[in-house]
């Protein structure tokens, strides 16, 4: 079956099974079947998905907004990676930093633990393509936004919304000199993952 088929036979299954676990659903969580219907059957389409350790705005709004996309326009939205640890995403860019030969090089792609929205729970690296899109068009209502130009999949949580840079490295800006008494700046911007664990990784 060509992908594309088998991706629309997919979703359409999905939501066939989301209709019915509603009433299993009323029974659990009246007032909210729909909702949690919703989130079971798009647990049971993307088995991968973990949505631990997601801060707690980012992780309603997410579920919320793709609830959304679900009962309102039938559109899918799977969660490929969400919440990492320091560890792995120092892992990551040190990964990366091997791949493209340089520090430079890899924030375009993957950013250290301190700067990564990933590492602080508000950024959501999401699939599939189209889901992206849905979200891209509606997402600010729930305050999700795509922060990159070279990560379709990758959004943040954010009270206001962001400019959108060209790729995560953009963040930084150029470099500035540091006066010799002043404290060096701190902070940085969120980053993205791999839809694969191979070259599509993000920040």
Do not use: K
Not at 42 to 60: I, N, S
Not at 125 to 142: F, I, Q, T
Not at 183 to 201: W, Y
Request: hydrophobic share 45%.
């Amino acid at each position: 079956m060509p992908p594309a088929l088998r991706a629309r036979v997919l979703a359409m299954v999905t939501r066939l099974i989301g209709v019915l676990l509603v009433p299993i659903a009323l029974c659990r969580a009246p007032g909210r079947a729909r909702f949690v219907a919703c989130q079971w059957a798009l647990g049971l389409r993307f088995p991968a998905e973990d949505l631990r350790g997601l801060a707690t705005e980012a992780l309603a709004a997410f579920t919320h907004a793709r609830a959304e996309a679900f009962w309102r326009d039938g559109q899918l939205i799977g969660l490929t990676s969400g919440y990492r640890d320091a560890t792995e995403q120092a892992r990551m860019f040190a990964a990366e930093v091997r791949r493209t030969g340089s520090v430079a090089a890899a924030r375009r792609r993957v950013l250290p633990p301190r700067e990564s929205g990933h590492v602080r729970g508000i950024a959501v690296d999401v699939r599939p393509r189209e889901g992206a899109r849905w979200l891209e068009r509606h997402g600010g209502r729930y305050g999700l936004y795509r922060v990159y130009d070279n990560e379709w999949w990758h959004f943040e949580y954010r009270v206001v919304e962001p400019v959108r840079l060209p790729h995560p490295a953009a963040a930084a800006g150029p470099p500035r000199a540091v006066p010799p008494c002043a404290a060096p700046p701190t902070g940085g911007a969120g980053g993205p993952r791999a839809m694969s664990r191979s070259r599509r990784t993000a920040s």
